[in-house]
């Protein structure tokens, strides 16, 4: 005798066509991420959806025309039973237009078993999949004892805070699982801040006297900004080194926290000695250190360089961390997430993800970053899970094998229904 959760498991071959479809219009909606303020349409969709399986939505607007959902679905015994957050971005990468897609990447198209479309793996996929799931159980009449929140936001591509709002608003839950690219490993995730190095002089010179700010009896203590900067660079990439020596997080390839300079913007034009200069930097950093820490490394690091040196001892850089958006403020943060391997809902989910697969999960760690990050700094034991693969995510001709789509979801509706209804610890 099949089960009654067995009998909905089957339903997503049944229903497989349908799970298509709602992935398909969910990439028919064109939410990349620059430009982004382009989501209502496809996030008033999926608040419909969930709406019409028994949700109740709050919907507000992080940005105009950004607006986050979250969906809550009340437990028939919310105090002793575990709630469950499911996360994921609406928003795709940016599409380019000389980007040679086969079709149009709104517009998708299935090829040997794969959906081809802009957010088919990045995460467009997981979204369907998880409301698909929630879609079966509440149709299936499945209860629910514990409390399961949707959410789904905006800004993840460009460093936005939808999912820190859903964290600031309230949101908690005993787990979240955020259901972005992982390939259908469970996976926690190092960190990103970015960051903005200043060099700058109080006083401004022509470039005349150059002369005298360097060389024998010009008796002039100033300096080229630009030149200074050097000097901190060199002193990133000496730390950078010193970081890819002494620490280590299994799962990474050694070096791979890294602090990247990635934009330099400086001086006035060529007629002046230039006064300031900025340098625009991106670190990585392994899961269990945090931002705090980095970035208090890299500026004591950087005061002893400029100690070091006569005229930037008199005129330290200085230093601003992260931001709320890449397209706003031109900064960024990803704080990490640690998996903890024995968290009861992570083997719940590995033990999920074998009945549908057969194979046991991989438990590793993400070689880019999500949203997962700001649950771990709310407290709140969370891991990413998702269908699709990086060397699909934010590419040209993007997609997704629809078989692990269907099995994504058969997972989703077995490690929801599970975890739903056990007991909160006590
Ligand atoms: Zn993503």
């Avoid at 931002?291 to 040196?309: G, K, N």
Wanted: with cysteine; aromatic share 8%.
């Amino acid at each position: 005798m099949m089960s009654n959760l067995d009998k909905i498991i089957a339903q997503v071959d049944e229903r497989q066509d349908e799970l298509v479809d709602l992935l398909a219009t969910l990439i028919s909606f064109k939410t990349p991420a620059p430009p982004a303020r382009n989501t209502t349409e496809a996030q008033t969709y999926v608040a419909q959806f969930l709406e019409q399986i028994g949700f109740s939505i709050d919907m507000w607007d992080v940005y105009p025309n950004d607006p986050n959902v979250v969906g809550v679905q009340k437990g028939t015994k919310s105090d002793t039973h575990q709630s469950l957050i499911v996360n994921g971005h609406i928003d795709v990468a940016e599409v380019r237009e000389d980007e040679a897609w086969k079709s149009d990447p709104f517009q998708p198209v299935i090829q040997n078993g794969n959906i081809i479309g802009r957010g088919a793996a990045d995460m467009k996929g997981g979204l369907a999949g998880a409301l698909f799931a929630l879609k079966l159980l509440s149709e299936g009449d499945m209860t629910l004892a514990g409390d399961v929140i949707f959410q789904s936001v905006i800004g993840e591509e460009v460093g936005e805070a939808g999912t820190l709002q859903c964290c600031e608003r309230g949101y908690h839950a005993d787990f979240a699982l955020v259901v972005d690219t992982s390939d259908l490993h469970i996976q926690g995730q190092g960190g990103v801040i970015t960051g903005w190095i200043t060099v700058k002089s109080e006083k401004t010179y022509h470039d005349a006297t150059r002369r005298n700010m360097i060389h024998a009896g010009g008796g002039l203590f100033g300096a080229s900004a630009i030149e200074k900067m050097t000097k901190l660079i060199e002193g990133l990439q000496e730390l950078e080194r010193h970081w890819a020596i002494t620490k280590q997080y299994e799962g990474y390839q050694p070096g791979t926290n890294t602090i990247n300079p990635a934009v330099i913007e400086g001086g006035r034009h060529a007629a002046f000695i230039a006064d300031e200069c900025r340098l625009w930097i991106t670190v990585h950093y392994y899961p269990d250190e945090t931002y705090e820490q980095v970035t208090q490394e890299i500026e004591e690091h950087l005061l002893r360089v400029a100690e070091a040196d006569i005229w930037l001892r008199e005129n330290p850089p200085t230093f601003e961390w992260g931001g709320t958006s890449m397209i706003e403020d031109k900064g960024e943060i990803f704080p990490s997430l640690q998996v903890d391997p024995n968290h009861k809902a992570v083997k719940l989910l590995s033990k999920s993800h074998k009945k549908v697969h057969t194979d046991p999960v991989t438990i590793d760690v993400s070689p880019s970053v999500t949203d997962g990050g700001w649950f771990s700094e709310a407290g709140i034991p969370a891991a990413i899970y998702g269908p699709g693969d990086f060397l699909h995510a934010h590419a040209v001709n993007e997609q997704l094998s629809i078989d692990q789509l269907v099995s994504f979801t058969k997972t989703m509706i077995h490690f929801i229904y599970h975890w739903s209804n056990q007991k909160k610890r006590q």
